[in-house]
C-alpha cells in the first residue's frame, strides 16, 4: 500500500491525489495553502490552554459535544483502554471558545474548510461515474451549511510507565466523517495499518498535510474509498516529550444521506456511541 506525496499545485494533482485515496485511504499533500505561521501559533495557543487550569471551565457538553474532554475521556471503538490525550472540539457557529486565548484558531477553521471543499470537489471530479451515482448529492455540495465541522485540538501528555503498558495514544480506529485533513503533528506517532495487517509509519515535513478518508465516504461511495484504520503510538522512553495535533473533520450537514438506511445525524450518534462519548 503506497501513500502518495502530492504536490497541491501539480498539473496532475487531482488525479494522483484521488488514486492515493482510492487505493490507501490516505494522501500527503505538500506545498498546501496554509500558513505555517498560522499553525504555529495555534500550537502555541493550546500548549497555552491545556496548561491551565482555566480548561476545566469548559468541560465538554454531553450532548452537543463541545468544548474540553479531560485526559482518557475516549477509547476507540471495540477497545475499552481509553486513549492518552486530552482535546478540544471547536465548533464555530454554536461551541464554546476559550475566553483567555487568542482567535488564532478560528481563523485555521474557515481556512481549512474553505480548502476541505476544494478537495472534495478534486474528490467528487475524479471518482468513477458508477461511484459518483452512490452520493445522494456531490461530495462538496454535502457541507454547505454544515454545523457539525469540527476542528480537533489534541495533547498528548508524557506517558506514564503504567499507562505505557495498557493503552495508547490513539488506539486503532478509522474517522467518522467523509474526509480528515491532518496537519503536522509537533512529533511523531501516526501509523496507518497496511492490507497485509503491518502498520506503517506515516512520516510527513512541517509544511505537509495528511488527507484520509472517513467512514461515511467510504459508506456513500460503497466501499470505493477505504476508511483505513490508523493510531498513534507510544514514544519510546528517551523520546517521552507532549505531542500537539489538530484534526479537522470534515462532516455532511445532519440531513444528508449517506446510504438508503442511514442519514449523516443517525450515522454520528450510532458511532460516538461506539466511542463513549454518547
Not at 486565548?101 to 480548502?115: G, H, Q, Y
Not at 457539525?148 to 501528555?157: S, V
Not at 495535533?245 to 444521506?257: A, G, L, T
Request: proline content about 5%; some cysteine.
Amino acid at each position: 500500500m503506497k501513500i502518495l506525496t502530492i504536490d497541491y499545485n501539480d498539473y496532475n494533482f487531482s488525479r494522483n491525489f484521488v488514486k492515493s485515496l482510492h487505493d490507501s485511504g490516505f494522501a500527503i499533500i505538500k506545498n498546501h495553502s496554509v500558513s505555517q505561521t498560522l499553525i504555529k501559533q495555534c500550537y502555541d495557543d493550546w500548549e497555552f490552554f491545556f496548561k491551565s487550569e482555566k480548561k476545566n471551565d469548559y468541560l465538554f457538553d454531553y450532548e452537543k459535544q463541545d468544548g474540553y474532554f479531560p485526559f482518557k475521556s475516549e477509547n476507540a471503538k471495540d477497545y475499552r483502554a481509553k486513549d492518552l490525550k486530552e482535546f478540544y472540539h471547536i465548533y464555530p457557529n454554536w461551541g464554546r471558545y476559550p475566553d483567555f486565548i487568542n482567535d488564532n484558531a478560528l481563523i485555521l477553521f474557515n481556512t481549512l474548510i474553505n480548502l476541505g471543499k476544494n478537495l472534495l470537489e478534486h474528490i467528487h471530479n475524479y471518482s468513477p461515474p458508477e461511484i459518483v451515482g452512490n452520493f445522494s448529492i456531490p461530495l462538496y455540495e454535502m457541507i454547505d451549511n454544515s454545523n457539525q465541522n469540527l476542528l480537533r485540538i489534541i495533547h498528548y501528555p508524557p506517558i506514564n510507565e503504567e499507562d505505557r503498558e495498557n493503552a495508547l495514544r490513539a488506539a486503532p480506529h478509522a474517522d467518522i466523517n467523509l474526509i480528515t485533513l491532518l496537519l503536522a503533528g509537533s512529533s511523531r506517532g501516526l501509523q496507518v495499518k497496511t492490507k497485509d495487517g503491518n502498520w506503517l509509519d506515516v512520516d510527513f515535513k512541517e509544511n505537509e498535510l495528511v488527507v484520509n478518508i472517513g467512514d461515511m465516504l467510504q459508506l456513500c461511495s460503497n466501499n470505493y474509498y477505504p476508511s483505513t484504520l490508523h493510531r498513534v503510538i507510544n514514544p519510546i522512553e528517551s523520546k517521552n516529550i507532549p505531542r500537539y495535533s489538530m484534526p479537522f473533520f470534515i462532516h455532511p450537514r445532519k440531513d444528508i444521506q449517506l446510504s438508503k438506511e442511514l442519514t449523516a445525524n443517525q450515522y454520528l450518534n450510532q458511532r460516538l456511541r461506539d466511542l463513549g462519548l454518547k
